[in-house]
């Protein structure tokens, strides 16, 4: 018998211009439920939202990279490039 998936509960935290870009998520601010040892580089997948548009990524306010393997009520922000014009 297949085991059935422990999903966790996560905090996303975008900006306005990475909120457009992703798919499923509808504020800047977001409770979502992923499967247990899910990393950052999977979230960026099930969100829909490209690491080309991804300058840095924090977990809980520290810096992670795409391995980092998601934990109970980790807060994930996202931060875009800065641009200028």
């Not at 439920?33 to 997948?45: N, Q, R």
């Not at 809980?60 to 990279?65: A, F, L, W």
């Amino acid at each position: 018998m297949p085991s059935i998936p422990v999903l966790i509960p996560i905090l996303i935290k975008v900006d306005n211009y990475l909120l457009k870009n992703t798919v499923g998520l509808t504020t800047c601010k977001e409770l979502i439920f992923v499967p247990e040892m899910t990393t950052i580089d999977d979230l960026l997948k099930i969100i829909g939202l490209s690491k080309n548009l991804v300058s840095f990524i924090t977990v809980n306010g520290v810096r992670q990279d795409l391995e980092y393997k998601l934990k109970y009520k980790d807060e994930i922000a996202f931060y875009p490039y800065i641009s200028g014009g």
